[in-house]
């Protein structure tokens, strides 16, 4: 059996080509993505721009220890207050973790529970234009994985984009700075790793996207088994 797409219920419904569902492509994952979330892109932003300052004390700390280390190191060179400095840098960043974490979340669930009720209400449009002969070609099993699991990884792929994938970039680009500033001659470590990791990407990303697609339909054949067995519970306990 076939794995099902959203674009294979679009295409196979009534609708004209010209609707916002001619938007989603496999083609272009991330754009579709973007698309998803054309309506809630303000409050993605907002909570991009909140979870920077969020995760300012992953990449405060370390600048923070350093200079409290040098003073340490070097108490006749620095004054006392200035370890006090760097202790209430410190200590505002880690205060300021809560408020900017609750205000994160916030605007992201918004965006996500938004995103997911639109292409849940939008599956359920598609379905009832399906012609009869879809239905019959297609298992009940696989059209409710498509509208609740489906959904669900649409939405943890999104959490990962949305929060891991910035927190990674910061600490990234505040670890390259750091490490110009201190120790420039280290910035060759990172000219060679990044090749290494684009050939990493290249060699994996076919292999994996495969293993997803061949799971995602032993999945879908096994909700389709599972429908048609309690389909059939009532008729085999009445014999």
């Known amino acids: 059996m076939k794995a099902l797409s959203l674009e294979s219920v679009t295409a196979a419904s009534n609708l004209p080509k010209e609707s916002p569902p001619q ?3 496999s083609e272009y994952p991330f754009r579709t ?4 979330y054309r309506q809630d892109l303000g409050k993605i932003g907002l909570s991009m721009a909140v979870y920077v300052i969020k995760h300012s004390p992953e990449w405060i700390r370390p600048l923070v220890i350093a200079n409290v280390i040098d003073i340490i190191a070097n108490p006749s060179t620095h004054p006392l207050s200035e ?3 760097n202790g209430a840098i410190l200590g505002i960043s880690i205060l300021q973790n809560i408020p900017t974490h609750y205000l994160h979340i916030r605007f992201m669930s918004l965006a996500t529970r938004n995103m997911e009720s639109n292409l849940r209400s939008l599956i359920t449009q598609h379905l009832q234009l399906l012609s009869i002969g879809f239905y019959k070609n297609n298992s009940k099993g696989a059209l409710q994985t498509k509208l609740l699991r489906d959904v669900e990884q649409i939405q943890g792929l999104a959490t990962t984009l949305f929060q891991f994938v910035p927190s990674a970039v910061l600490t990234i680009l505040v670890a390259i700075v750091a490490t110009a500033i201190r120790a420039p001659w280290f910035l060759l470590f990172f000219v060679g790793t990044v090749p290494a990791a684009v050939i990493l990407i290249s060699v994996l990303r076919r292999p994996i996207r495969d293993r997803n697609s061949a799971f995602r339909q032993q999945l879908e054949e096994m909700a389709a088994s599972l429908i048609e067995m309690i389909q ?3 008729v085999t306990r009445a014999h």
Do not use: A, G
């Open 83 to 85: 370890l006090w400095i």
């Open 23 to 25: 938007e989603y492509r």
């Open 33 to 36: 993505l973007l698309y998803l």
């Open 232 to 234: 059939l519970i009532p």
